[in-house]
Antibody, heavy 114, light 112 residues
Framework: EVQLVESGGGLVQPGGSLRLSCAAS????????MHWFRQAPGKGLVWVSR????????SYADSVKGRFTISRDNAKNMLYLQMNSLRAEDTAVYYC???????WGQGTMVTVSS | DIVLTQTPLSLSVTPGQPASISCKSS???????????LYWYLQKPGQSPQLLIY???SRFSGVPDRFSGSGSGTDFTLKISRVEAEDVGVYYC?????????FGQGTKLESK
C-alpha cells in the first residue's frame, strides 16, 4: 500500500526538542522530493521544509530556519524532522508529503507547553 | 512571500448546485519552464488534506471530473459543477513556485 506514516509527536516544554519520523512505503522513496507541512489547531496549512531526493538540498520556512533540520534515509525509506528550541507557536499537526502534496500522511501532533 | 487570497471564505451549497472558489496571487505563478504552479487541496473534516488539482487545471488521479481548475498568471478558480455531500470541507489553494510555498486562507464548503 502506498502510504506515509508519521510518528514522534507529543508534549514538550518550550525550549525542548523532538524528532519526527515519516515512514514511506509502496513507492520508490528515493526518487521523490519530500516535504513537511504543519497546521496549528483550527488554522490553515503552512509549508515547513523540503528535501530533494538524495538529501543534498534542503529549504526551510523562515519561522523554523536554524531550529529545525530535515533529513532522510533512503535505505530505510524514512524522512525526519529534528525540531529544536521549540516554541509555543510550533504547536501543530505535522504532515509529511510526497512531492507537493501528492501523498499525505495522517499527521502527528506536536504540543509545546509548560 | 507570495500572498494568496481566497474568496469566499465560506460557502453553503445545496447538493447538485455548482460552486466556485477564487484564488488570487500577489505575484505571477508562471514559471520560466512554462508551467504554472498552482495547486488545490481539500481537507475533509478530521482528515489530512488531499490533492485535487495540480498546475492550475490537471485533475489528480481519482478526482471526480466535477472538479475543474482554471486561470493563469495571478487569478485562479476552482469549480465544482455539481456539489455532492462528500465535497464538504476546507479548500486551499497553494503556490509552488516561490519559496516559501504559501497557501490561501482556506474556503469552508458546507452542504445546505
Amino acid at each position: 500500500e502506498v502510504q506515509l506514516v508519521e510518528s514522534g509527536g507529543g508534549l514538550v516544554q518550550p525550549g525542548g526538542s523532538l524528532r519526527l519520523s515519516c515512514a514511506a512505503s509502496g513507492f520508490t522513496f528515493s526518487s521523490h522530493w519530500m516535504h513537511w507541512f504543519r497546521q496549528a489547531p483550527g488554522k490553515g496549512l503552512v509549508w515547513v521544509s523540503r528535501i530533494n531526493s538524495d538529501g543534498s538540498s534542503t529549504s526551510y520556512a523562515d519561522s523554523v530556519k536554524g531550529r529545525f533540520t530535515i533529513s532522510r534515509d533512503n535505505a530505510k525509506n524514512m524522512l525526519y524532522l529534528q525540531m529544536n528550541s521549540l516554541r509555543a507557536e510550533d504547536t501543530a499537526v505535522y504532515y509529511c508529503t510526497r512531492e507537493l502534496g501528492i501523498l499525505w500522511g495522517q499527521g502527528t501532533m506536536v504540543t509545546v507547553s509548560s | 512571500d507570495i500572498v494568496l487570497t481566497q474568496t469566499p471564505l465560506s460557502l453553503s451549497v445545496t447538493p447538485g448546485q455548482p460552486a466556485s472558489i477564487s484564488c488570487k496571487s500577489s505575484q505571477s505563478l508562471l514559471h520560466s519552464d512554462g508551467n504554472t504552479y498552482l495547486y488545490w487541496y481539500l481537507q475533509k473534516p478530521g482528515q489530512s488534506p488531499q490533492l485535487l488539482i495540480y498546475e492550475v487545471s490537471s485533475r489528480f488521479s481519482g478526482v471526480p471530473d466535477r472538479f475543474s481548475g482554471s486561470g493563469s498568471g495571478t487569478d485562479f478558480t476552482l469549480k465544482i459543477s455539481r456539489v455532492e455531500a462528500e465535497d464538504v470541507g476546507v479548500y486551499y489553494c497553494m503556490q509552488g513556485i516561490h519559496l516559501p510555498y504559501t497557501f490561501g486562507q482556506g474556503t469552508k464548503l458546507e452542504s445546505k
